[in-house]
Every structure is written in structure tokens, then in C-alpha cells.
């Protein structure tokens, strides 16, 4: 694939649908015969039912497909040679403590910052802000939102996410899956399967979005969860695993080897390629944190975890490299716009890249990090997520200032079925038991 990518030119199909739609319903109030209105709409969504099949059926690059393995020990083949895969030897209660509750505080921080305007367009956000008074990036939660009253996933208001309206941490799905993965992990061990994930995911998730959503209705019609993400899903290299990586970091802290594997196990049921990758990548990074102190070297070492030649591979590569002469929101969305085109803006690739870039611009300011990606658009909760988690496993707890927590008051709320809530110490305790497992 060449960059920058130029997707094939697609016809306005929402447009002759809806004309299709209202001149059907105009032509039936001027009489015209009901039976042979609904057979020329058959006929249409017959033809496209035609023309997507033939699509299915195109062969695919052969080489790509080489260069991008599904199957676990095949991408272990394709990882780049001589990376540690053991960046600690022994468990360091002290030290785990302080850079898990960073981690998942800072996750939690970049989540809520970016929920309520996510995937808003860049000037939109910068002009909201100046409507309210906020300075732009983000120095602090959003004072006000739009349409305060409307609730995301059935739970909190948008209110909720604002400077007056937190009391907790409301609800999210890049949370929600943050506390998910613990959950398997404690009921099916760190060896956990791809069959577990699916068990869990029908037992715990109510609803679920684009490939996460396909395979859970796949799950629940009986599809395995080998299977899962193979039937009707356009979105299996979308960034939903990647939003899926944090817990495998966090108990496998310094071990970015096991954690990139339980992430495969974890994004098999629900992507493939390069969205089994962000995963991977990211859990890895992650664990890495934990061990290196420096969370753009955290990324560095991530990239030995994923095949060398994969489009993400090159795609962080690139990234690294283009940061170091990037100095803010605007100059890193316009370099991933211009290298990425018309690529979705919830796609696992284009998001890799800005949430490098938040963690290049912002260094050891965590304020500036989850501010500048959170301003940079795009899925950009889950990119402020991200940044927030590797910045506290790289630095602790410590290098979060106070008033990206302290609202939390200790509280989780997530959709989970039969766990609406849970307390922040008590998922970091609960992690805490599991990760030492792997050291004992």
C-alpha cells in the first residue's frame, strides 16, 4: 500500500439510498403500483448484495498476507531479532504499585478528558473551547458540553465528565475493558484462552461496538470464538483491540513477551492483522513502561512484538521518527492526515500514530501528553487513554498531577453485567495478586 493511502472512489450510496427511499414513498402517494415499487427496491438491494459478493471474492496481496500473519507462532517468527523479551527478573512490589496506580489513573484520566468529544473535529473542539473559556489543548476537564443530558452507554451524562459534574469515573468502554480483562484473568488464569474471552465476553457485555459488536452477535448465535471475528466484520483491524491492551501490560509488567501473547489471545475473537497487532503492540509498550522509565523507549521496544514488516510496524516506525520534529496537536493530526488519507478515523493504524506523537510532544508532562491527543482528534479518548496509561507506567503516580484524579474519588462505573461499579484500590490490589503470579 502506498502512501499516502488513496482508498478506491466510492459512489454516494447514502445519498441514492435516502432518494431511493423518498422518491419509492413520493411515487406511491401519486398512485404509482405498490407491488412494483417494492420489486425495483428488491431488485436494488439484490444488486448490491451482488456487487458484495463479487467484493469478498477479490483475491488478496499474497505477499501483504505473508508479511502479516494471524496465527500467534507465525507472527513470533516475524519479529524483529535480539529483543529482550524479560526486562525484569523479579517482582518489585514498591515500584509496581506506584507505576500500576499511574497507569491505570492515567488511563482513566485521558479516557474521560477525550469521552465526551470524541471523534469531534479538531477546529470544532478548539472553537467549543473558546465558547466556554477553556484554554485549548486541555489543561483540565471540559467546564461544559453540548447536550449535557445525553447518556453515553446507558450510564453517565455528559455532565458527568465535566470539571463540576465528576465524581467518579464514568463510564467507558476503554474502561469497561480495562476492568474486563482483569475479570478473565482472575476467573481463567493468566494462561486464559480464546474460548475463555468469548465465554466471558457472552457472559459480561450487554452490547459491544463495530468488530467487538459483530463478534459478540456471532458469540451469541453460536459462532466459536475461534471464529468469531471472521464472519460479516469489515472492522477487524479497527482500533477496538487496541483499546483492549492495558491489562495484559499491567500483569505482565516488565514482561512485554507475555503480555503482547495474552493480548493475541485476547483480540482473536474479534480482529485480525494489524488490529491483533495494535494490541499486541501496545500491551507490549505497556509492559515495557513498567521497566525502562521512558515511555517513548516503552514504545520502541513494543514494535519487537509484532511482525517487522507488518503496515503497523511501519506505520510506528514512521511515527517515531517523524515526532521528533513535531511540536503540537495541529502538525501531528496534519502529518497523520497526510499519510493516512481517507483511512477511517477509528482505524487501529492512524490512532497508533497520534498517541506516539501526544507521548513525543508531551514528554514528562502528563497534562500536555493527554491534552495535545485528546486536541489532535480522531478516537481520541482511546488515544488519550493510551498515552495516560503508558505515561503512569513509565513514571508513576507521582507525575500525575492531582487534579486528573482526585475527582475519581475512588469509583469505577462500568456497563459490565452485574458489576455496575468498583473501586479504584480494589482493582489495583486485584491486579497487584495476579501480576506477582507470574514472578513466584
Not at 499516502?4 to 402517494?29: A, C, Q, T, V
Not at 482473536?268 to 501496545?282: A, D, K, L, P, T
Not at 482511546?382 to 486528573?404: D, E, K, N, Q, R
Request: proline share 5%; hydrophobic share 45%; glycine share 8%.
Amino acid at each position: 500500500m502506498d502512501y499516502p493511502i488513496k482508498y478506491p472512489k466510492m459512489p454516494d450510496f447514502n445519498r441514492i439510498r435516502g432518494r431511493l427511499s423518498e422518491f419509492s414513498h413520493l411515487k406511491y402517494e401519486y398512485g404509482s403500483d405498490k407491488a412494483e415499487i417494492e420489486k425495483i427496491l428488491a431488485d436494488a438491494g439484490a444488486a448490491l448484495d451482488v456487487a458484495l459478493g463479487k467484493l469478498l471474492s477479490l483475491p488478496e496481496d499474497a505477499a501483504l498476507a505473508a508479511q502479516e500473519p494471524d496465527a500467534l507462532d507465525a507472527i513470533k517468527k516475524l519479529r524483529p531479532a535480539g529483543a529482550a523479551k524479560a526486562l525484569w527478573k523479579a517482582f518489585d512490589k514498591g515500584l509496581y504499585a506506584d507505576r500500576l496506580a499511574g497507569a491505570l489513573l492515567g488511563r482513566m484520566a485521558g479516557c474521560t478528558l477525550g469521552a465526551i468529544v470524541e471523534g469531534w473535529k479538531v477546529d470544532d473542539m478548539k472553537d467549543w473551547a473558546e465558547w466556554i473559556g477553556d484554554p485549548f489543548p486541555p489543561v483540565n476537564y471540559w467546564s461544559s458540553i453540548k447536550r449535557p443530558n445525553d447518556k453515553r452507554y446507558g450510564v453517565s451524562t455528559c455532565y458527568d465528565y465535566t470539571l463540576s459534574g465528576l465524581k467518579n469515573v464514568p463510564v467507558d468502554d476503554d474502561v469497561t475493558y480495562t476492568v474486563l480483562g482483569l475479570l478473565i484473568a482472575e476467573e481463567y488464569g493468566l494462561d486464559f484462552t480464546v474460548e475463555d474471552v468469548g465465554a466471558a465476553w457472552v457472559k459480561y457485555l450487554p452490547y459491544a461496538c463495530t468488530a467487538e459488536e459483530v463478534a459478540l452477535i456471532n458469540l451469541r448465535a453460536g459462532i466459536p470464538a475461534q471464529k468469531a471475528a471472521e464472519t460479516d466484520n469489515p472492522f477487524i483491524q479497527w482500533i477496538g483491540a487496541d483499546i483492549r491492551s492495558d491489562p495484559w501490560g499491567y500483569l505482565a509488567p516488565g514482561l512485554p513477551e507475555k503480555a503482547a501473547e495474552m493480548a493475541w489471545t485476547d483480540a482473536w475473537v474479534s480482529h485480525r492483522r494489524n488490529g491483533i497487532f495494535g494490541e499486541m503492540y501496545f500491551s507490549a509498550a505497556i509492559a515495557a513502561a513498567f521497566a525502562v522509565n521512558d515511555a517513548v523507549e516503552a514504545l520502541r521496544l513494543g514494535l519487537a512484538e509484532i511482525p517487522k514488516d507488518c503496515l503497523l510496524a511501519r506505520d510506528v516506525a514512521w511515527a517515531l521518527d517523524a515526532g521528533k520534529g513535531i511540536k503540537d496537536y495541529r502538525e501531528a493530526r496534519a502529518a497523520v492526515d497526510e499519510r493516512f488519507g481517507e483511512m477511517s478515523g477509528v482505524h487501529t493504524n492512524n490512532n497508533a500514530c497520534l498517541t506516539i506523537f501526544g507521548l513525543m510532544i508531551g514528554g514528562d508532562d502528563f497534562t500536555r501528553c493527554i491534552g495535545e491527543t485528546v486536541a489532535m482528534g480522531y478516537d481520541n479518548d482511546c488515544t488519550a487513554a493510551t498515552v495516560g496509561s503508558l505515561f503512569g507506567a513509565a513514571y508513576g503516580v507521582g507525575a500525575i498531577p492531582g487534579h486528573w484524579y482526585r475527582p475519581f474519588n475512588n469509583k469505577v462505573l462500568t456497563y459490565i453485567n452485574g458489576h455496575p461499579e468498583f473501586a479504584v484500590d480494589d482493582l489495583l490490589a486485584r491486579y497487584e495478586a495476579l501480576a506477582k503470579k507470574l514472578f513466584d
